[in-house]
């Protein structure tokens, strides 16, 4: 782990990811009732957005549409991937090299592990080269830390989340995505289990204005480090209209009733 703070995708020492990853990992479905959000141009000018200070996508978007918004976003390049059509343990294999995201100019990499799978030893190793690359472009890294597989009975205990906090700590990451363990005091455990590593909670499935902005300023209130977050933003009618208020709350420190 390395100092991030002039890193671009950091501002004010904080974090927010818009991920539009999910045309790959959840497929069409995911844009229905938004189904203009099909054209990555929709979401990349949402990445414009000031409270927006990267854009996580795979290697097509950005290859395609990264070029027409290099000047007003910032690119934390996808690394790795896979369908749900796959059926059985996740595995996420990768599907462009660090070389080529910087070649593209990105700003940061990001990489999804699932602890805990049968393949466990194959993706750990398959990390190690993608971070040590990353770190020889001077490119921040963050992992998607997804613990599941047989062992793995309940994906979002207190033990389980603070343990995939610490694995982004100990095999190297700048930053390490989370689920929500069900409660503050849990997330507070994971943010300790961390120690410097900069804990980013996962948006999840869309849910209210509401319920999605106390969630949010609960984890900022112990410490998270921002969000990575998609369908919450992308799937609402005005995905504008969120992101001013993700604005307030994670830069400013805003309660969600302040800005409802």
Same mark, same amino acid.
């Given at each position: 782990?390395?100092?991030?703070?002039?890193?671009?995708?950091?501002?004010?020492?904080?974090?927010?990811?818009?991920?539009?990853?999910?045309?790959?990992?959840?497929?069409?479905?995911?844009?229905?009732?938004?189904?203009?959000?099909?054209?990555?141009?929709?979401?990349?000018?949402?990445?414009?957005?000031?409270?927006?200070?990267?854009?996580?996508?795979?290697?097509?978007?950005?290859?395609?549409?990264?070029?027409?918004?290099?000047?007003?976003?910032?690119?934390?390049?996808?690394?790795?991937?896979?369908?749900?059509?796959?059926?059985?343990?996740?595995?996420?294999?990768?599907?462009?090299?660090?070389?080529?995201?910087?070649?593209?100019?990105?700003?940061?990499?990001?990489?999804?592990?699932?602890?805990?799978?049968?393949?466990?030893?194959?993706?750990?190793?398959?990390?190690?080269?993608?971070?040590?690359?990353?770190?020889?472009?001077?490119?921040?890294?963050?992992?998607?830390?997804?613990?599941?597989?047989? #062992?793995?009975?309940?994906?979002?205990?207190?033990?389980?989340?603070?343990?995939?906090? &610490?694995?982004? %700590? @100990? /095999?190297? !990451? =700048?930053?390490?995505?989370?689920?929500?363990?069900?409660?503050?005091?849990?997330?507070?455990?994971?943010?300790?289990?961390? #120690?410097?590593?900069?804990?980013?909670?996962?948006?999840?499935?869309?849910?209210?204005? &509401?319920?999605? %902005? @106390? /969630?949010? !300023? =609960?984890?900022?209130?112990?410490?998270?480090?921002?969000?990575?977050?998609?369908?919450?933003?992308?799937?609402?009618?005005?995905?504008?209209?969120?992101?001013?208020?993700?604005?307030?709350?994670?830069?400013?420190?805003?309660?969600?009733?302040?800005?409802?």
């Amino acid at each position: 782990m390395r100092p991030v703070d002039d890193s671009p995708i950091v501002r004010d020492d904080k974090t927010l990811v818009l991920a539009h990853d999910h045309g790959l990992e959840h497929g069409p479905k995911q844009f229905s009732g938004v189904e203009e959000r099909l054209d990555p141009r929709e979401v990349f000018e949402m990445a414009t957005h000031d409270a927006v200070t990267a854009l996580a996508v795979g290697k097509g978007l950005a290859e395609t549409y990264y070029p027409s918004y290099e000047d007003d976003v910032n690119l934390l390049a996808k690394l790795n991937g896979s369908s749900d059509l796959w059926m059985g343990d996740p595995y996420s294999p990768q599907n462009w090299s660090v070389d080529y995201a910087a070649e593209l100019g990105a700003d940061a990499i990001g990489y999804t592990i699932y602890p805990g799978i049968n393949r466990e030893p194959d993706s750990f190793e398959d990390f190690r080269p993608v971070q040590e690359a990353a770190r020889d472009h001077d490119l921040p890294v963050a992992m998607w830390s997804y613990p599941r597989g047989q #062992a793995v009975k309940d994906h979002r205990t207190r033990d389980i989340i603070a343990y995939a906090a &610490r694995l982004g %700590l @100990e /095999l190297g !990451a =700048d930053f390490t995505k989370v689920k929500y363990p069900r409660s503050k005091e849990a997330m507070a455990h994971a943010v300790d289990a961390a #120690a410097d590593n900069r804990v980013l909670l996962s948006g999840g499935s869309k849910t209210s204005d &509401r319920d999605f %902005l @106390e /969630l949010v !300023a =609960d984890c900022m209130d112990v410490g998270v480090s921002g969000l990575a977050v998609g369908r919450n933003v992308w799937q609402r009618e005005d995905p504008y209209d969120i992101l001013d208020k993700l604005d307030s709350v994670v830069f400013d420190g805003a309660a969600a009733d302040d800005v409802l």
